[in-house]
């Protein structure tokens, strides 16, 4: 059985003539212990979805059913299955980060002693030992974001909805947190990961989808993804080339003073010795995810939705 199916899941806020469609006829299936990535702009529905399937927001049309309970019909079966860090999230200020998780624990029903190793395990998992006794007023905006994380995966729940987690965080904490959502996939839990970190998707899914307008356009592993634009290999020219002259070899993008080209395999020996007799600096690597993605929805993961 699935831990998360979504069957025909549309979605209409209320407001102008007929109000916005932020989802439209999304069907989705995640299996027992997969770490699923979910991508979008900004808008294309991705937070609506999490907040459908965590008993927070309720459809328009379709269900979704997490470990076989409809989050509609019964969520006080689905509500002690699931944890979620919320996009945009705060942890309570005037709480510490030790008193912040062992007190979520314990609201949850764990016992005392559960919540006290719990608590400890996940302060030192996640690198807040130094500040565990300190108010999350006085916190970082990225430290108070390590508390918050910190709170939901020491739940081990099930579930986990992790909307946005390492917003704020430092390259080194990302990484840090990224071990800790690993380590929680490991142990058994389901995670249904958001994130504008396309390279976080990358490194932490075993399948992701991306969705935009509402509409679900692709699911699978990140590696497939990038086989879809039937273009291997990026070169990046630091002069010597328009864009008009490349556009014949693949799809290329303006960034700054460089052109990036997205071609096969086929093309790189003569489009490199045509940089060097122009004297352009010319870098040869792989297709990213970042590249799949603007090729699949036509638009950078940060640019809005309209």
Do not use: C
């Given at each position: 059985?699935?831990?998360l199916?979504?069957d025909?899941v549309s979605k209409?806020?209320s407001?102008?003539?007929?109000g916005k469609?932020?989802?439209?006829?999304?069907?989705?299936?995640i299996?027992k212990?997969c770490?699923?990535?979910f991508l979008g702009?900004?808008?294309?529905g991705k937070?609506?979805f999490?907040?459908?399937?965590?008993?927070?927001?309720v459809?328009?049309h379709?269900?979704?059913r997490?470990?076989?309970?409809?989050?509609?019909?019964?969520?006080?079966?689905?509500?002690p299955?699931?944890?979620l860090?919320?996009?945009?999230?705060?942890p309570?200020?005037?709480?510490?980060?030790?008193e912040h998780?062992y007190e979520?624990?314990?609201?949850?029903?764990?016992?005392?002693?559960s919540?006290l190793?719990?608590?400890?395990?996940?302060?030192h998992a996640?690198g807040l030992?130094?500040?565990?006794?300190?108010?999350?007023?006085?916190?970082?905006?990225?430290?108070?974001q390590?508390a918050?994380?910190?709170t939901?995966l020491a739940?081990e729940?099930p579930?986990?909805?992790?909307d946005?987690?390492?917003?704020g965080?430092?390259?080194?904490?990302?990484r840090?947190?990224?071990?800790?959502i690993?380590?929680a996939a490991?142990k058994?839990?389901?995670?249904?990961l958001t994130?504008?970190?396309?390279d976080?998707a990358?490194?932490?899914?075993d399948?992701l989808?991306v969705?935009?307008?509402?509409?679900?356009?692709?699911?699978?592993?990140?590696?497939?993804?990038?086989?879809?634009l039937?273009?291997e290999?990026r070169l990046?020219f630091?002069?010597?080339f328009?864009?008009?002259e490349?556009?014949e070899?693949?799809?290329?993008?303006?960034?700054?003073?460089?052109?990036?080209?997205?071609?096969t395999r086929?093309?790189?020996r003569s489009l490199?010795?045509?940089?060097?007799?122009?004297?352009s600096?010319?870098?040869v690597g792989?297709?990213?995810l970042e590249?799949?993605?603007?090729e699949l929805?036509g638009?950078g993961?940060?640019e809005?939705?309209?």
């Open positions: 059985m699935d831990a199916i979504a025909h209409r806020y407001g102008g003539d007929r469609l932020a989802l439209q006829d999304v069907d989705l299936s299996p212990g770490l699923f990535a702009r900004n808008g294309a937070t609506t999490i907040k459908i399937a965590a008993t927070l927001l459809p328009t379709g269900e979704v997490l470990f076989g309970h409809d989050v509609v019909r019964e969520p006080e079966r689905v509500r299955l699931i944890a860090v919320p996009q945009e999230g705060k309570f200020y005037h709480l510490t980060p030790r998780v979520y624990l314990r609201v949850r029903g764990a016992t005392r002693e919540a190793t719990r608590t400890e395990e996940i302060l996640m030992m130094g500040v565990a006794n300190e108010p999350n007023l006085r916190l970082s905006g990225g430290m108070q390590r918050l994380v910190a939901i739940t729940a579930f986990l909805f992790l946005e987690p390492t917003l965080m430092d390259p080194f904490a990302r840090q947190v990224w071990e800790v690993r380590r490991r058994g839990s389901t995670v249904l994130t504008h970190y396309l976080e990358e490194q932490l899914s399948e989808a969705i935009d307008g509402g509409k679900v356009l692709y699911r699978g592993t990140a590696e497939k993804l990038k086989l879809t039937g273009r290999v990046q630091s002069g010597g328009t864009s008009e490349l556009r070899f693949g799809r290329v993008f303006s960034d700054r003073n460089r052109l990036t080209l997205l071609t086929a093309q790189v490199t010795e045509m940089a060097l007799e122009r004297g600096e010319v870098v792989p297709v990213t590249e799949a993605f603007l929805v638009k993961i940060e809005d939705e309209a």
